[in-house]
């Protein structure tokens, strides 16, 4: 059996451009980071994207190919002081890079220690994160960076990389390792090379003799090797994913187990609120307004309290999305909506509607003919005012959730009754 001290994704790790697989839109021909890397201007950046699509090995790849001094921080264990001691050091090293992974884990104060030394060209920031750096980075740090989105691999490249393992790895090409079948693997890693390599790894440490590759083989290692959630990548997205899919799908009991897997695992309690905010909108809707206004107050109270108070919060919420009605009618309403515009473009908004401040815009019809709608009964007046082109479209259909028309069937009544109408 292989017997490494390193892992099989990491032996595999490139040092060279042309060796990367994927992310060709940032380092193919024609991508910014390798027009960066030719010129010899590397700017300070973030590179956003999920675990395993190679943060880390694109940081490497620029120090070496530009011949700079490489300095790497974790933002898991390092803090402002070992930041000002890599910050000392650049200055007596010119043009050095310095790699922090999961920068969204340094806290205000540490970011804020970077800022000087990046702004005066001390050092050449990289940051790794798989958080939105628009919440997890101050807007200072931001501001002085290159923000670049990395993809989940596809299975075209994901299939590539094992095959280069296979061909390259010592270790692996010491033993006749064939893969008959790719299906498992793709889905199990997701997207993500660090977790198919290590999958493979694994594989091949738990057959004797030659190894054929098949689904059910795959399916066979993965069960017996369940990880522990990982907040730094391996189960990270499975389990949030696990989380509001039963939340979603209306199962209290279910979202209040992920839940817990994720604060013993010590997730961040802002990532787990900030999930279920936009659940609240895009899953319930006007099912139950009310269900984003009592996320947006988790997500406010979480932020103050922190753990372990915060699992009583998170808690309540999440039971209580859970077993509220659900819709994404308004979610849809709005991607068919952007689909449109970005189908039609700019299409003339009708006079009747266009505001008309000016006496040549009257004298050209803008505003005529149009009706006040609080002047009609229940304030309401059958008007188009779509432009003509898609006049009549519907993008919000709430009659397609049935537990949302009711509900909505419900409200006027109540309404109408009220008001007599």
Request: aromatic share 8%; hydrophobic share 40%; charged share 25%.
């Amino acid at each position: 059996m292989l017997q490494s001290k390193t892992p099989l994704a990491e032996r595999m790790r490139p040092s060279k451009l042309e060796d990367l697989i994927g992310q060709e839109h940032l380092v193919g021909p024609n991508g910014i980071i390798r027009k960066a890397i030719q010129s010899g201007n590397v700017p300070s950046m973030i590179l956003w994207g999920p675990p395993g699509v190679g943060k880390t090995t694109i940081a490497n790849i620029i120090a070496n190919e530009v011949k700079r001094p490489f300095q790497m921080l974790s933002a898991i264990s390092a803090g402002v002081k070992d930041v000002r001691e890599v910050i000392d050091q650049a200055r007596r090293t010119s043009r050095m890079i310095l790699f922090i992974d999961e920068i969204h884990r340094f806290n205000k104060s540490q970011q804020d220690a970077l800022l000087g030394a990046v702004e005066k060209g001390t050092i050449t920031l990289i940051g790794a994160t798989t958080e939105n750096p628009s919440f997890e980075v101050n807007s200072a740090l931001l501001s002085r960076c290159q923000v670049y989105t990395l993809k989940a691999l596809d299975e075209g490249y994901l299939v590539r990389l094992v095959e280069q393992a296979l061909a390259k790895d010592t270790e692996l090409r010491s033993r006749k390792i064939t893969v008959k079948e790719y299906q498992a693997l793709i889905n199990i890693s997701g997207g993500d090379a660090r977790k198919l390599l290590n999958l493979v790894e694994l594989i091949s440490e738990s057959v004797a003799g030659d190894v054929e590759i098949t689904d059910e083989l795959v399916m066979q290692v993965a069960q017996k090797h369940i990880a522990i959630y990982d907040k730094s990548g391996e189960q990270h997205y499975d389990i949030i994913s696990a989380f509001i899919k039963s939340i979603r799908g209306s199962d209290p009991n279910a979202a209040v187990y992920y839940l817990a897997r994720m604060m013993e695992g010590g997730e961040d309690v802002k990532f787990i609120a900030r999930r279920m905010l936009i659940l609240a909108s895009e899953d319930i809707g006007n099912a139950n307004p009310t269900a984003l206004v009592l996320a947006n107050s988790t997500f406010q109270a979480v932020n103050v309290i922190g753990y372990p108070e915060a699992r009583i919060i998170l808690s309540q919420c999440a039971v209580y999305l859970a077993t509220s009605p659900k819709s994404n009618a308004s979610y849809v309403a709005i991607n068919d909506a952007i689909s449109t515009v970005q189908k039609t473009g700019d299409l003339p908004v009708p006079l009747t509607i266009r505001n008309a401040p000016t006496k040549l815009m009257k004298d050209l019809d803008y505003g005529k003919g149009y009706q006040y709608a609080h002047d009609f009964r229940n304030n309401f007046v059958a008007m188009e005012f779509l432009p003509d082109a898609i006049k009549g479209t519907k993008f919000y259909e709430p009659g397609k959730n049935a537990r949302e028309e009711e509900l909505r069937n419900y409200l006027k009544k109540l309404w109408d009754k009220k008001y007599n109408y």
